[in-house]
């Protein structure tokens, strides 16, 4: 029977559900569960690693910010009052002194010096408090020393910490005391200390243990798309919206050549059967969902361009992996090369994205409120094109392109094939020349491949994530021969251990551990074939900002051709053939 139950998914590695049926005999589906088991353990150690690092940005980025107030002459008035306004605005710190020989000289807030005293913990020149509780919410004082030998303190707000750990991980404290975790997150003991199974990484600015524990998850077959829902389109010469008028059919919306349409009494099953039946209909499937799928030093090399953003040097191996920074000598892009982002929009007053937008659309409510309100297209984005050489936050591949923010998932990071394809038409419609997809499942949706080719017809370049199941099947669109397909290495080259593979792959990218960018002006860790794909969009956005006459073949045919072959010889199912190498595509362009 025709399968009409799959899940589309964006690539986020906190959220891949492993799922086995169990059907096996009881000795073969015990080792199969404990293979699952083992597996699920290993894509926990990659988020709590994603935890850690994005929490150690998080106290650099505070620890950076006290040393500049630090330095400041608050004997300016014009200074001072500069200050106190970004004391009131800051997200994270509440209150801020500086001590001079223990006194305090100067203060924003409530702070007291005997509060100064709980300043217990020292790790890598930083000096924190245990973590306390003050009207309902979380905090700690932060400490260090400024160039002038004064000590600078700052009492900060940890809902920012709360928010990205949510309920996926037990934070513990120097002391060994929890204090922030979600209810899904059960953590299991033997004695005093915390099981080997229990996938642990500590954040050395703070002697803290993020711990996680999850359990694979069955997908529920009757969740995979909206019941009592298909999404239909009419043969030629038929008004479609007369046909839903005159039937038993309620119009939910429309755009393009697509309909969905709803009946109340009859399951999406039923209605897929039946409306096949007429010859009126041309297509008619169900409207399925899609949701988010997410989880060495180098040695400098002579001619490179190193960007001044903060989180560059000390986190962003992955665009040094890929050779961006002698790159970037050739193009750091255009802004006649907008790029498209489908994903769940996209934060537009984030600093590090705000001035790369040109505009976008909400295919959920067709207008242009694209405001990401769950935080993985902000990140995509981000790796994208973010704003670069401007001392803040991260770079981007590319520093120059436009990007079109497309919001085909909500707050839940979940959308139909409907707003996905109404998408990609409205990206190209409103000139893309660059799409990337972190999304996608294994179910072949006519209603995608209609839009995938329509896109490819106008000559837009396609990449898509490959999938975060370690599983051969071919998820789709990546897996369309129109879109480029992408896996995910990690920072020694190897297959990321979540990452798909298969004969449909083209290239591969960085996927594990990428820093970038998050709603309210926050910088994360991701990992996934999600963060893999768009740093081959901001390459192909590089590639046609040299030559924009460049079909969309031939960029796909740059990006093969120049790849670093890193697996076996030629090409294979795992690494396509390679990982991308931004200065050998721009140089063959200069050829």
């Not at 290495?489 to 820093?515: C, L, M, W």
């Amino acid at each position: 029977m025709r399968r009409l139950a799959t899940m589309f998914s964006i690539v986020m590695i906190g959220v891949i559900a492993i799922w086995y049926a169990n059907d096996h005999e009881t000795e073969e589906y015990h080792g199969q569960s404990q293979m699952v088991m083992m597996q699920q353990k290993a894509l926990d150690q990659v988020m709590a690693k994603d935890l850690s690092l994005t929490t150690s940005m998080f106290i650099d980025q505070l620890k950076n910010q006290l040393l500049r107030w630090g330095e400041q002459d608050f004997s300016n008035e014009e200074l001072y009052e500069k200050f106190q306004e970004e004391m009131i605005n800051h997200h994270h710190f509440e209150a801020f002194a500086i001590m001079n020989d223990g006194q305090i000289e100067h203060m924003a807030g409530e702070l007291h010096e005997q509060d100064l005293q709980n300043l217990s913990h020292t790790n890598k020149g930083l000096e924190s408090s245990d973590p306390y509780t003050k009207n309902g919410n979380e905090y700690m004082l932060v400490g260090c020393t400024a160039a002038n030998g004064k000590k600078v303190v700052g009492e900060v707000n940890l809902s920012f910490v709360k928010k990205y750990v949510r309920d996926l991980a037990h934070v513990v404290d120097a002391n060994g005391n929890f204090f922030i975790g979600g209810e899904q997150t059960e953590l299991e003991f033997e004695g005093e200390g915390i099981r080997p199974t229990v996938a642990t990484e500590r954040v050395p600015e703070l002697g803290w243990q993020i711990s996680i524990q999850s359990l694979p998850q069955a997908l529920d077959d009757n969740e995979h798309y909206v019941e009592h829902e298909v999404i239909i389109s009419f043969a030629e010469g038929v008004n479609g919206e007369e046909w839903i008028r005159s039937s038993p059919l309620t119009l939910v919306k429309n755009g393009g050549p697509y309909y969905v349409v709803r009946d109340e009494t009859r399951l999406t099953e039923q209605l897929v059967s039946e409306l096949s039946l007429l010859e009126e209909i041309e297509t008619v499937e169900p409207n399925y969902f899609y949701t988010k799928q997410t989880q060495e030093p180098f040695i400098r090399r002579q001619g490179e361009q190193i960007p001044n953003d903060e989180f560059y040097e000390p986190y962003q191996w992955n665009l040094s992996q890929i050779f961006a920074e002698i790159g970037w000598n050739i193009t750091s892009g255009t802004e006649d090369v907008p790029i498209a982002i489908l994903d769940s929009g996209v934060d537009p007053d984030h600093e590090d994205l705000k001035d790369r937008i040109l505009y976008g659309y909400n295919a959920f409510k067709d207008d242009g409120e694209f405001f990401d309100e769950h935080g993985h297209g902000t990140h995509v984005a981000g790796i994208t094109a973010a704003t670069t050489n401007n001392v803040t936050g991260i770079a981007g591949v590319s520093w120059s392109n436009p990007l079109l923010p497309v919001k085909v998932l909500n707050e839940d990071a979940e959308g139909t094939a409907f707003e996905v394809a109404n998408g990609i038409r409205w990206a190209t419609d409103h000139g893309a020349k660059v799409i990337n997809m972190s999304l996608g499942d294994t179910f072949n949706s006519r209603i995608m491949y209609d839009a995938i080719r329509y896109a490819y017809k106008n000559d837009v370049v396609l990449i898509a994530a490959a999938g975060n199941d370690n599983v051969e099947t071919p998820m789709y669109p990546a897996a369309y021969d129109e879109v480029i397909a992408v896996s995910a290495v990690d920072s020694q080259r190897h297959k990321a251990i979540f990452s798909n593979y298969g004969n449909h792959i083209d290239v591969t990218a960085p996927g594990e551990h990428i820093p970038s960018t998050f709603l309210d002006n926050a910088y994360v860790m991701m990992s996934g074939t999600s963060m893999a794909a768009p740093h081959v969009a901001g390459l192909a956005g590089l590639i046609r900002s040299i030559n924009p006459e460049l079909t969309n073949v031939e960029v796909a045919e740059i990006i093969r051709t120049t790849a670093n072959d890193i697996g076996p010889l030629g090409y294979d199912p795992f690494y396509g053939y390679g990982e991308i190498n931004v200065v050998k595509a721009l140089q063959q362009l200069k050829k």
